[in-house]
């Protein structure tokens, strides 16, 4: 029987820096993963990334920081292979990049709509195909996604389009990896109540989705909080192994399907 706990194990967090990736690199170490990597895309959150990297390190942890922007599959390979060089082994992928651009659809270029493919998609499928590659048997992948791919609603047309086909790419790996122990599952919060989400937003339609979900009371700010989704990431690539090829909605009720 494989060991499902977290003792010993190397785990790599793509957009590990800030935010909920930050919060899962210290929740992974804080549980009691051996070694944390933590990516960062750019010089604008070095710090944050060295900031998670201590915080790691306090709680017992080894950790390193690696730069690069996932958008080159060169640079995919490169974060595994320095991972790998660092710590030796890689059982845990969690990927939690991506970005959000909110506009009608006879509005959207076609930058906004290769950019935006380029981080959400190509970035993840890449990020997933390293992992299926590099990952030691028994390991597990995650990828946040978003709540978005449940809803019936206007202007998300390219951030809920680009994160839809992780969903394909999920269920096929799983079926390709799972035969060497690997998990591989999409967790989908709804809107977080962090720095990503409001640029998107208009103060009603802010106002609006902190009060969409049906627990919505129970939180601080009506959205979903960071610290509600780190657990289930941790669980996912510990107890609940046994769960892939899914994607999780983790919403407080905010969609369903």
């Known amino acids: 029987m494989a060991d499902h706990s977290l003792t010993g194990k190397v785990a790599l967090i793509g957009g590990g820096a800030k935010n909920l990736g930050g919060l899962i690199s210290r929740e992974l170490a804080n549980a009691g993963a051996a070694a944390v990597v933590v990516h960062y895309n750019s010089e604008a959150t070095k710090g944050a990334a060295e900031e998670t990297v201590a915080a790691v390190q306090s709680a017992g942890a080894k950790a390193v920081a690696i730069q690069g922007d996932l ?16 710590f030796g082994k890689i059982d845990i992928a969690v990927n939690t990049t991506g970005m959000v651009i909110k506009k009608p659809i006879i509005e959207l270029s076609e930058h906004d709509y290769d950019t935006i493919f380029a981080i959400n998609s190509k970035a993840a499928f890449f990020f997933l195909q390293e992992a299926g590659k590099k990952l030691a048997d028994n390991g ?21 389009g680009s994160k839809a086909p992780i969903e394909h790419f999920t269920r096929a790996a799983s079926k390709e990896f799972g035969e060497r122990g690997i998990s591989v599952v999409g967790v989908a919060p709804g809107p977080m109540d962090t720095p990503f989400f409001y640029p998107a937003e208009t103060k009603d339609s ?30 996912l690539v510990t107890d609940g192994w046994w769960i892939t090829g899914q994607t999780i909605f983790a919403n407080g009720g905010y969609t369903t399907r």
Do not use: C, M, W
């Open 206 to 235: 802010a106002a609006y989705n902190a009060s969409a979900a049906a627990l919505s009371k129970r939180t601080r700010s009506g959205l979903t909080e960071i610290q509600d989704i780190a657990p289930l990431v941790t669980f």
């Open 71 to 86: 958008t080159q599959p060169a640079n995919v390979t490169r974060l595994f292979d320095e991972a790998l060089s660092h």
């Open 140 to 160: 597990n992948i995650v990828t946040i996604v978003t709540s978005l791919l449940a809803a019936y609603t206007p202007y998300y047309a390219i951030y809920a």
